[in-house]
């Protein structure tokens, strides 16, 4: 703090002020350019925040939009299935009775 107060009296000193500022008047001018880096830090912080929230929940968006056309295909592939093990199960039933026929014509045969 007595460097920046010493700084400021070199900087006016330097423009031809002299010895006209006061300490007051210097403690006040180095309280108001602290205040104002620490506004215009905040206000980045903020900025910058929002702006990974907005992309944090533009990924999450993306990923539930994936899930669900994952999803969507999970389905369409279990309905592909199911039809397929139904004509499974019908073929199945179709040989069993055909096999059954030809046991007992060879029955009817000895």
Do not use: C
């Amino acid at each position: 703090m007595i460097e920046t107060v010493f700084t400021l009296q070199l900087f006016a000193q330097a423009n031809g002020a002299g010895n006209s500022t006061s300490w007051p008047d210097a403690t006040i001018a180095a309280t108001a350019i602290f205040t104002g880096v620490a506004m215009i830090t905040a206000i980045v912080v903020v900025i910058v925040w929002q702006g990974l929230a907005t992309w944090r929940s533009r990924m999450v968006i993306a990923r539930e939009a994936a899930y669900q056309r994952l999803a969507e295909g999970m389905a369409e592939t279990h309905q592909a299935t199911l039809e397929e093990l139904r004509k499974a199960t019908a073929d199945l039933a179709d040989l069993r009775q055909r096999t059954a026929e030809l046991e007992r014509m060879l029955k009817e045969v000895e």
